[in-house]
């Protein structure tokens, strides 16, 4: 049994039959429908719970989804900055037992970077990014990289936003818009935005913003909003901005963890907007 599936714009678990057992199936599928349903606390807890059940350590593979699953949800929530010591402990283990599946490491450390772009640490995520696109290239011959690597280079043109280096994450985004699709498809067009605003290019990132017509994630609330307010405050139309941002710190403060930095970055933008400072 193999299954794939995408969490939260960050797509990643795969396990097999030889590697869990059929009980333990179970309960990671029920985990997994309710990861992609949004519903982070209840499969953080869950998951976390399932890890420490009697017997499950008797199938490591079982253990290490778990443990990744609930790092996932709580990273989707908005908890990253409480959950990196549990990233680094669950990659370091990963790395040093032989046998450890590697696209499972690659997807734990995808998720890692999605973190450090939450806490401002961008040259940091930006170099843990490209690793992991060099490591999936190696991998590409033995499995399914392409979610992971799409993961990544979202991560990454967003890692490069937050060091105002606009033009590359515009050509990341573009280049890889054409095979995204659903809420992977949003995500780089939401990040294609984010440069375009960057560059002063208004006209243009509002036009873009009001494509965006895939499905987002509960992992997502805010960001269309927040990037479209942008591009309208940019062109001076106050009133339209300062709706738009109300709109996304609503939709953030509704459906995101109150330690979520969407959240203060939508608080700030309507700060901005309100004030009628100039964009920086």
Avoid at 65 to 87: Q, V
Avoid at 137 to 155: F, K, P, Q
Wanted: with cysteine.
């Amino acid at each position: 049994m193999k299954l794939i599936r995408t969490v939260s714009g960050r797509s990643w678990l795969e396990w097999s039959s030889s590697g869990v057992s059929r009980s333990q199936t179970v309960v990671l599928n029920g985990l997994r429908d309710l990861l992609e349903a949004g519903q982070y606390e209840e499969v953080e807890a869950g998951a976390l719970a399932a890890a420490a059940r009697r017997g499950w350590d008797r199938s490591l593979m079982g253990v290490w989804l778990a443990r990744a699953m609930a790092l996932a949800a709580g990273i989707a929530h908005g908890r990253g900055a409480d959950l990196l010591a549990e990233l680094d402990a669950l990659i370091a283990e990963l790395e040093q037992t032989e046998g450890a599946n590697r696209r499972l490491l690659l997807a734990v450390r995808a998720n890692r970077v999605v973190a450090l772009v939450g806490q401002g640490r961008y040259a940091e995520a930006e170099a843990e990014a490209q690793d992991i696109l060099r490591a999936a290239t190696r991998l590409a011959h033995l499995t399914e990289v392409w979610s992971i690597e799409l993961s990544a280079l979202d991560s990454l043109a967003q890692a490069l936003c937050g060091q105002s280096r606009y033009e590359e994450a515009e050509a990341i985004a573009r280049g890889n818009l054409p095979r995204a699709e659903g809420h992977r498809e949003a995500g780089f067009q939401c990040v294609l935005v984010r440069s375009l605003n960057g560059q002063g290019r208004f006209e243009e990132a509002l036009a873009e913003a009001r494509r965006i017509t895939q499905h987002v994630t509960r992992a997502g609330s805010g960001v269309q909003g927040i990037v479209m307010a942008t591009a309208l405050h940019g062109l001076g139309r106050r009133t339209e901005a300062e709706a738009t941002a109300r709109g996304a710190l609503s939709a953030c403060e509704q459906f995101l963890h109150p330690d979520h930095p969407r959240i203060r970055e939508a608080r700030t933008l309507l700060a901005r907007i309100t004030a009628a400072d100039p964009l920086p």
